[in-house]
């Protein structure tokens, strides 16, 4: 199988529930495909999602019937061409258009090879004139083309955030997202590790106090002895900031609510000095599992995974801090989970807001006098964030909020989007 053939079998095989990284994952583990043809694949699965309400378009306006009435696997088909001839410079165009053509073939017969080759054939950087045909469109509209997001989220983002930020947003969402990584203090640090060779394209993190220990790469294949080794986890900075917002103290408990696969928890292990306790929940035991492996590997012994529903779970002692990493729509991750902006609709985001109020509700019954709950999430809607943490404070008048952040993707370099809240429960 090429790895087009096996990007089309991830566009198709994609259901509403899976992550397109996992399948895709799953499907190289048997393809038998080289290290260039990996990431081919890779790439085009990521930007044909990404892309596909403009792609849509394209194909719409130079598809001769009814474009929507079209077999998906000609759909997918089409939108990987149309992809590539677009946004991937680096791959010819003879190849987009013939590799598109043995597909339909393989795939729809003959005569719709013809027609993708027919298609394909008429689109070209200079024949696809975006500015220019969606020139007279009323601002969202236009702006869901030329960067290929719901018309309601960019409508959303442009009342909240203005023109100018929200397309930051979106073109920082379009562009491959960076790696970022911790280094573990328990095992090294900075002035020891960043001098490997190995790390020589290394980018560390300033600014921000406490940021110190994370950086950005590029080579993943380099930075995997070091991941194995445990001196290091990939954890984007900003996620890392909410750790060091909470400030869980060498010695104390903490109950990290939503933990797998186990980033936060890590981290707030590592900053306790692998020192007091991590009890580190989630709802299934697969990924329960991966929360244990991952502090294995980083040499944590201080956490203590448990398997069960946020809303019912008791920790049974007494807790000094509390994490609520909650479940949300992650519109400030749009990068990096490329079918994400497909999925994420209004309603879902009602349904997000209740678990979450019911999870803080839930936390704020579990927490002892004078202790610390830090809530986070990686969305950047109002509802999910600021309007979420009033709310709270409203229904819970024995908390203050000490701190609070909101961050743009897009507004620090390599940065995830995201809020944190840093509440304290008053003494009694
Ligand atoms: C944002 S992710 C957590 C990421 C994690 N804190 C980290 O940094 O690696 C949210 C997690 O909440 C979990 N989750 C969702 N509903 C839950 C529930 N009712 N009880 C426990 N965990 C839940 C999901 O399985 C998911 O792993």
Redesign the pocket.
Known sequence: MTARELALRVLLELDGMRKSEELLNRMLETSGLGKSDRALAKELVAGTLKYRLQCDYVIARFYRHDYAKAAEVLKNILRLGVYQLMHLDRVPRSAAVNESVKLARKYKGDHLAKLVNGLLRNISKESIILDGWTADLPEAKRLSIIYSYPEWLIARWITRYGIDAASTMLAHGNLPPATGYRINRLKTDPENLLVKPELSDAKRVTGAEGLGHFFFSKSFDRMEPLLKEGLVSVQNPA?GLTCLMAAPEPGSTVY?????????STFMAELMENRGCVIA???TAA?VARIASNAEALGITIIEPREG???TFDPGCAVDTILL?A?CTGTGVLGRRAELRWRTTAEKLRELVELQAAMLDRAASLLSPGGVLLYAT?SVEPEENEHQVEAFLQRHPDFVMESSRLTLPGSSEGFDGGFAARFRRKEA
Do not use: N
């Open positions: 996620q990290d609510m939503c933990a797998a696969p186990g980033g936060k929940l989630d709802r990924k529903d946020a809303l990493d479940p990686c």
